[in-house]
């Protein structure tokens, strides 16, 4: 099948190149030719013309860090799996917000998990990996039960063999504060603000400063000894537990070859710098703009790529839930910077802002170029983990056809989605 886009301005994905008045020929799965006219002669001999309507034709964007896409397990440390209806709403997001390649990074999740739901829903889901003996024992802590046998017993090497492009998210059970550990172990919501403050408090041993916390989470009913044996539990246990598996993750990058996505926070921050000396480039510190204060986020990045390692950072919510990450700064200031070298969602308890939304407000905000923005969600991630997106990220003759079509004065808002030569959304809507 030919598919003919014209009327529209390329934007490669390379981080310099725009061709304007430019349309795409694409030939089956593949990108045939990048014609130099705004209307391509005679296509006639197109099964399908697509008028971009002066917008951008992007690269399909590539997420290597998300989570609740696939079957099995629900984060890294093994929750109850989500329904169907649930993953395949959160990988309609995904789809609609540009997504053509995503990397599932609730990495206890099997091969078989995987392939299922590649057979119903066509963004590509890749598989990572964190079948090692450290990271389950993390998981453990945080579950407080064992981890299902046949996962356990699954290895990083069998999952590598069987398609896994990454390992990691690596160290994640000491995610947020615990925040969704501490919300389960009190059977009350707790936000992420609120189990910050307590973790202070009680690491501070400030009994008055614990005790207001919890009345101003709604908890007066706990005691300050169960907040303090809380804390331990969800924070203290689990973030030593998630170091220790950030440290056994060189040896397997070192043997496996593939690239470790490990979770940052300032718990974890020595254990990440101890390993970026050991593997430079092949650790990818993950969500570096959250957590953090905007001037520890700048400090750290800084010393994260001084050591050759790969900077993420998440789209985070500070656009629409605003309950993780509310105010964008921190971010903008590491983009401003040119320390990020890739974004991604994350899950951002489901309510994660549109990677594009937020790159359209740095562009507004004269944060980063347009070209930049692009490529941090495209070229960017195909070349940090190189199995994950193969002949994708760039407009350019001969590579698959992973396109989207967005706004030329708003990015966010994504017209068309292509992938491998298919359209599978059109006008802004599923159609697959």
Not at 95 to 106: E, F, M, P, Y
Not at 175 to 201: C, P, V, W
Request: proline residues 5%; negative net charge.
């Amino acid at each position: 099948m030919r598919i003919d886009i014209v009327n529209g301005c390329i934007v490669i994905g390379d981080g310099k190149s725009v061709l304007e008045n430019t349309s795409v020929i694409i030939e089956g799965c593949f990108i045939r030719e990048l014609p130099p006219v705004s209307y391509v002669p005679y296509n006639a001999y197109a099964d399908k013309v697509i008028n971009a309507r002066d917008g951008l034709i992007i690269p399909g964007v590539i997420n290597i860090h998300t989570h609740g896409s696939a079957f099995g397990t629900f984060q890294p440390w093994a929750l109850s799996g989500l329904s169907t209806e649930r993953i395949l709403f959160n990988l309609d997001t995904h789809l609609l917000q540009g997504s053509t390649t995503i990397i599932n990074a609730d990495a206890l999740c099997l091969p078989a998990e995987i392939e299922a739901i590649n057979k119903l829903h066509p963004v590509n889901v890749k598989m990572a990996t964190m079948h090692t003996p450290l990271h389950v024992k993390a998981a453990e802590l945080t579950l407080g039960h064992p981890v299902e046998e046949r996962r356990k017993k699954f290895t990083a090497e069998e999952a590598v063999q069987m398609g896994a492009v990454a390992l990691g998210e690596v160290g994640s059970p000491g995610t947020a504060f615990g925040t969704s550990e501490k919300g389960m172990r009190l059977g009350k919501y707790i936000s992420a603000r609120q189990a910050l403050a307590l973790d202070n408090a009680v690491i501070a041993n400030d009994e008055a400063a614990i005790r207001k916390v919890l009345d101003d989470a709604g908890l007066s009913d706990v005691t300050i000894t169960q907040a303090k044996k809380l804390v331990e539990d969800t924070s203290v246990i689990p973030v030593a537990a998630c170091c220790d598996a950030i440290r056994e993750s060189v040896s397997y990058v070192k043997k496996l070859g593939l690239p470790v996505l490990a979770h940052s926070e300032p718990g974890m921050k020595e254990a990440l710098l101890e390993v970026a000396r050991e593997i430079g480039p092949k650790l990818i510190a993950v969500h570096v703009n959250h957590s953090f204060t905007a001037d520890e986020m700048v400090s750290f990045a800084r010393e994260l790529k001084r050591l050759g390692a790969i900077v993420e950072v998440i789209s985070t919510d500070s656009f629409g839930a605003r309950q993780v990450e509310p105010d964008p700064e921190g971010t903008f200031a590491l983009l401003k910077a040119g320390l990020a070298d890739v974004m991604t969602t994350d899950f951002c308890g489901g309510y994660h802002d549109p990677m594009l939304l937020f790159l359209q407000k740095a562009i507004e905000n004269r944060v980063i170029s347009l070209s930049r923005a692009i490529q941090l969600v495209t070229s960017a991630p195909a070349r940090v983990i190189p199995g994950v997106a193969p002949n994708k990220g760039i407009v350019e003759p001969g590579k698959v056809a992973d396109i989207c079509i967005v706004d030329r004065d708003d990015i966010s808002k994504v017209r068309h989605v292509i992938i491998a030569g298919r359209v599978v959304v059109e006008d802004g809507k599923i159609v697959v």
